[in-house]
Each structure stands twice: as C-alpha cells, then as structure tokens.
T-cell receptor, first 115, second 115 residues
Framework: SQELEQSPQSLIVQEGKNLTINCTSS?????LYWYKQKYGEGLIFLMM?????EEKSHEKITAKLDEKKQQSSLHITASQPSHAGIYLC???????????????FGKGTKLTVNP | DAEITQSPRHKITETGRQVTLACHQT?????MFWYRQDLGHGLRLIHY???????NKGEVSDGYSVSRSNTEDLPLTLESAASSQTSVYFC??????????????FGQGTRLTVV
C-alpha cells in the first residue's frame, strides 16, 4: 500500500481560483516535503515542514503540517498558469529522530490552470 | 555552483543488455537516492546510499544494482534490461547531519526506453 496518499490525483482550476492539495501519511512523519515538477523535468523543492502545526509560505503557496493527523496540505492562492505542474509530497522515513533518512513520495497531483 | 547531474538524458537500449545510468553530485552530500517515475505510480525508490560503500534496497530494487565507491557518484546498473524498466529515472542527494530532515536535490532525469 502507498505510504503517502495525495488527493486529488488531478485538478483543473480557472486562473485566479484558490486550491488545496492534501497529503496523508500512513506512518509517523519526521519531515514532510513539497516538490513541484514540470513535465519532462526534474523536481523543484518548494518547502519542508518538520514540526506539528508548522506553516510555511512562499509567494502564493502555503503549506501546513498537522503532525497528529499525519497530514499536510498545500494551498495556492489566486492560481496562475505558472502554477501548473505536478505537485509531489515526500516524507522523511527514518527509524529514529537522529537516524539517516529515506525519502518516499506520493503519486503526485497534476494541476492544470486554465487562463 | 554545486549541482547534481545525470547522464545520459535519454537512452534507448535492447532487452537483455546491461545499462548503466550515471549520477554525479558536487555538494559532497552523504545521502544519494535513485527513483523511477511511472504514470500511476509516482516516484518509487529503487536504491539508496548513506555513504561510501553503503547501499540499501528500496521498494523496487529487483533487476537493479548500485555501488558507491566515492561520495560524488552513485551509478545505477540494470543487469539485463527488460521492457518493464522503461521509465524516467531520477537521482537525488541530500546532506544528513543527523539533526533533522534536510532538502533533497534532484537531477534532471534520464528517460530510458527498453525495446
């Protein structure tokens, strides 16, 4: 079974609309990452969340971590065509807090923003 | 500037041939990872390494091998290429000081086609 479940799998929105992408983990989270990928390209790091309740923003993208629920959400305000792409959440799967990390990812959410 | 590079970017090979994909990073990161990305499956971890002479199997390691003879390189070898290994392969690296999760940097990917 998938360790990280993302929803929705795909999303089509009109330019200017707000949207939210969710990521739920089946295991304890030591760190949660959000990446963006353009078709045919590598992954671009967006944000990393480590502590429960932590919230980070970059331009019009905000990510939150609910550690108790083992969930994270990515919210885009006033979406633009430049936001289109695949958004992937990744989790730091380490056995102990000080141990080495193993990064696993969800299947991704494909975002289309129509002008 | 430090970077992570993959080569080749595109490769077509025949079933049964041995293929090696290169990954080179100049950040002096101790962690390195290999993923494959397929439609409907997202990014799946193939192998990873925490340092020189250390290698570990990921969730889809069958048919693949890696070796880590120095800090900078983690080549991925397909011992006998199969059509099921047609995919886009991504290499990543991160630095783990043992004090919490850190950002992973990704290469641009290698598109491998096995015919």
């Amino acid at each position: 079974s998938q360790e990280l479940e993302q929803s929705p799998q795909s999303l089509i929105v009109q330019e200017g609309k707000n949207l939210t992408i969710n990521c739920t983990s089946s295991k304890t989270l030591y760190g949660l990452y959000w990446y963006k990928q353009k078709y045919g390209e590598g992954l671009i790091f967006l944000m990393m969340l480590q502590k429960g309740g932590e919230e980070k923003s970059h331009e019009k993208i905000t990510a939150k971590l609910d550690e108790k629920k083992q969930q994270s959400s990515l919210h885009i305000t006033a979406s633009q065509p430049s936001h289109a792409g695949i958004y992937l959440c990744g989790a730091d799967r380490r056995i102990t807090q000080g141990g080495s990390e193993k990064l696993v990812f969800g299947k991704g959410t494909k975002l289309t923003v129509n002008p | 500037d430090a970077e992570i590079t993959q080569s080749p970017r595109h490769k077509i090979t025949e079933t049964g041939r041995q293929v090696t994909l290169a990954c080179h990073q100049t950040w002096n990161h101790n962690n390195m990872f290999w993923y494959r990305q397929d439609l409907g499956h997202g990014l799946r971890l193939i192998h990873y390494s925490y340092g020189v002479q250390d290698t570990n199997k990921g969730e889809v390691s069958d048919g693949y091998s890696v070796s880590r003879s120095n800090t900078e390189d983690l080549p991925l070898t397909l011992e006998s290429a199969a059509s099921s290994q047609t995919s886009v392969y991504f290499c990543a690296s991160s630095y783990n000081p043992g004090q919490g999760p850190t950002e992973a940097f990704f290469g641009q990917g290698t598109r491998l086609t096995v015919v």
